[in-house]
């Protein structure tokens, strides 16, 4: 096991995580007038719709699979009595639906970035790097697809699992349990994690007040009573 790979695979994650958390932190502190999406709709509406519902479901989605698919104990889904092959299945069927998706809606999203003068004029350098980043991520994603249908038994997926796992329970060793995966897969989990730690420093920082959103919504009911104010007479 190299150094590299000891790198990427044992303290970079740390190291995104870091980022992640602490730059947000410091951006919403010291900079909440740019903490937006800085939506581009008033300009050109285009295209903005379907790519952006899109590439948010596709996103989403993945996202989700990947949280639950990953840091789900190898116990409890025999436990439900899925097999790896069929869990590998499932997140071959289900991660080659939702990366396409995201996929056609990030594409629809660049094109119009790209092809609409006004919203190009617009648009500053770190919104072109993490849309061709996430796009670049995306593909990566995807093109893993032929080497888990290649290999049905879910040994590479329990790799990942174990990997995932002991990455967030703080195990020195998890580098080791993927040295020998494909660098396909190594290439799209570095792209991944490396969003991470471009999100505090793009519009990508929009998505915490997604969950401030959800929040809001399932906030107590605020009572509200009047309080007589005596007249002078």
């Known amino acids: 096991?190299?150094?590299t790979h000891q790198f990427f695979f044992g303290i970079y994650p740390y190291i995104a995580m870091v980022v992640f958390l602490l730059g947000?932190?410091?951006r919403f502190d010291r900079d909440q007038y740019t903490w937006r999406s800085e939506s581009s709709q008033m300009l050109s509406t285009?295209?903005?719709r379907a790519?952006?519902?899109?590439?948010?479901?596709g996103i989403i989605g993945l996202?989700?699979?990947?949280?639950?698919?990953?840091l789900t104990p190898p116990?409890?889904?025999h436990a439900l009595g899925v097999t790896p092959s069929q869990k590998q299945l499932l997140a071959v069927v289900a991660g080659g639906i939702l990366g396409s998706l995201g996929l056609v809606g990030l594409s629809l999203l660049v094109a119009r970035r790209l092809g609409d003068e006004r919203v190009r004029a617009t648009s500053k350098p770190r919104d072109f790097l993490v849309?061709?980043?996430?796009?670049g991520t995306l593909m990566l994603g995807l093109s893993t697809i032929p080497l888990s249908i290649e290999h049905r038994d879910g040994a590479t997926m329990l790799k990942l699992m174990a990997w995932a796992q002991h990455i967030v329970t703080f195990r020195g060793d998890?580098?080791?349990l993927i040295a020998d995966v494909s660098p396909v897969f190594k290439v799209h989990m570095v792209a991944g994690m490396t969003v991470f730690v471009l999100f505090p420093f793009t519009r990508l920082v929009h998505v915490w007040s997604g969950f401030a959103s959800a929040a809001y919504v399932l906030r107590p009911w605020q009572v509200v009573r009047s309080r007589r104010i005596g007249l002078p007479r």
């Open 1 to 3: 096991m190299s150094l």
């Open 63 to 70: 996202l989700c699979g990947h949280f639950f698919g990953m």
């Open 131 to 135: 849309l061709f980043w996430i796009l």
């Open 46 to 48: 285009g295209l903005l």
């Open 75 to 77: 116990e409890l889904v």
């Open 51 to 57: 790519g952006s519902n899109l590439f948010h479901l």
């Open 24 to 26: 947000s932190l410091v």
């Open 174 to 176: 998890a580098a080791s």
